[in-house]
């Protein structure tokens, strides 16, 4: 799990902000998810990022390789739902088959903050 936090150097933008996340953020989720088990491959991974516009994500998407089946979003039909927009995306994929084992989400916060996380679903041992 990786947790990003700015001071506020004169003249940062959200813009700016987004693209430090989804750019640092969302490759080194991937990398560490592939590293982690040498039988794990990029299919295996779906993503989840910050909900501001469907270009953005795409390009995330196309940038980390993720397949469009392992792409979830509703900022579509949503639109900018700000901090609670990935967190809401799975949710409401939370049962779906296709969401897989591993997620990477990413997300801007208001202010200067992003995070980044890459959540795994396990089966409890007995």
Same mark, same amino acid.
């Given at each position: 799990? &990786? ?6 150097? @004169? ?8 693209? $430090?996340?989804? $750019?640092?953020?969302?490759? @080194? ?11 794990? &491959? ?8 910050? $909900?501001?516009?469907? *270009?953005?994500?795409? /390009? ?6 993720? /397949? ?17 927009? @990935? ?25 200067? &903050? ?6 795994? *679903? ?5």
């Amino acid at each position: 799990m &990786t947790w990003g936090v700015v001071t506020s150097p @004169a003249g940062l933008r959200g813009a700016v902000l987004r693209h $430090q996340a989804h $750019q640092r953020d969302l490759p @080194a989720l991937r990398t560490h998810y592939l590293a982690a088990s040498p039988e794990r &491959t990029p299919e295996g991974l779906s993503l989840i990022g910050h $909900q501001a516009n469907l *270009r953005m994500l795409e /390009a995330v998407q196309r940038r980390t390789e993720v /397949a469009d089946a392992r792409h979830f979003y509703n900022v579509d039909h949503r639109g900018n739902c700000g901090a609670s927009g @990935a967190p809401t995306v799975l949710s409401e994929n939370w049962d779906n088959p296709q969401l897989g084992d591993a997620v990477a989400r990413s997300v801007v916060g208001s202010g200067l &903050t992003w995070a980044g996380s890459l959540l795994e *679903r396990t089966v409890p041992s007995t």
